[in-house]
């Protein structure tokens, strides 16, 4: 059923809890064509945003211990809320006993690793889940790197449902997008950089930078982990050999087949994915 599962080399994983992590996907195939990719959607549980961090590592690792065994030698943590409350746990404390041959990596750090280029005035802002910006994973990243920038986040808990409901270019959208950019300029009028920190938001991007000041730079995480997942697979050739390049793409998730497809047709503008439930836990 999972070709992959039983061959030396194989696809590699992306885990998201349901659809933003599409937005990622789809870079990734752009940037690297040539390799095979298995995505995974935890639709049926999700969103991860508001839920604890134990619940949300607790659920990750089970997706990351599916892709593991359906032969993938490298998984992407294409959810940020997944990146900011289980990566580092599953790297130092799970991986060395489950798998220290494999690797997970997430969407946090390359997209910090980005911003210190792009703000002058070292305000930057981000806009993402209660989660994510709760969990302080992006201040902490962006000061270790660079320790002038000052971060302000807003949570900004209607996006992912309109974004979901494909409701995110609707008019009702536009009450919701004004509100979280004015909590956020209202924070720090001195932010002249935001990092869009949900694999949502893309979607709604014409409407964010309508509302946004035009000064302000807007910093999308598809073409920064795409590009560092490039890096990556060039720095350790060892890891690069084991990924599969068939330029394949395969669909699980833990919602019905049919369901995903209707759902992912608003990420990837394709309705015929060969997709397949799974079970996990």
């Not at 910090?112 to 993402?128: D, K, N, S």
């Not at 660079?146 to 302000?152: A, K, L, M, R, W």
């Not at 807003?154 to 009450?175: F, H, I, R, T």
Request: net charge neutral; hydrophobic share 35%.
């Amino acid at each position: 059923m999972y070709p992959f599962a039983f061959q030396k080399t194989g696809p590699i994983g992306v885990f998201d809890s349901g659809y933003g992590g599409l937005t990622i996907l789809k870079k990734f195939r752009e940037l690297l064509p040539q390799y095979d990719f298995l995505y995974l959607g935890d639709n049926a549980r999700t969103p991860y945003g508001t839920r604890s961090f134990e619940i949300v590592y607790e659920f990750t690792l089970e997706a990351v211990k599916k892709l593991f065994e359906l032969g993938c030698p490298l998984v992407i943590l294409a959810c940020n809320t997944a990146s900011a409350k289980a990566l580092r746990s599953i790297q130092q404390h799970d991986l060395p006993h489950l798998a220290p041959d494999k690797r997970v990596l997430g969407v946090i750090r390359p997209t910090a690793e980005c911003v210190g280029a792009v703000t002058r005035t070292r305000h930057v802002g981000l806009l993402a889940t209660a989660g994510t910006v709760n969990s302080q994973s992006y201040p902490l990243e962006i000061k270790k790197l660079f320790p002038d920038i000052e971060v302000t986040g807003v949570a900004c808990p209607m996006w992912v449902p309109l974004v979901e409901n494909n409701e995110y270019a609707s008019e009702g959208a536009d009450y919701f997008v004004r509100k979280y950019i004015g909590e956020l300029l209202g924070k720090d009028p001195q932010t002249d950089t935001v990092i869009l920190g949900c694999t949502h938001y893309p979607l709604l991007k014409e409407k964010i930078r309508r509302f946004m000041p035009p000064h302000i730079r807007l910093v999308e995480q598809g073409e920064p982990v795409a590009e560092s997942l490039k890096d990556y697979l060039r720095r350790h050739p060892e890891m690069n050999a084991r990924c599969s390049r068939g330029g394949g793409c395969e669909f699980l998730t833990t919602e019905s087949a049919e369901k995903f497809r209707e759902s992912a047709s608003v990420f990837l503008h394709d309705t015929e994915v060969d997709v397949r439930s799974v079970v996990l836990g």
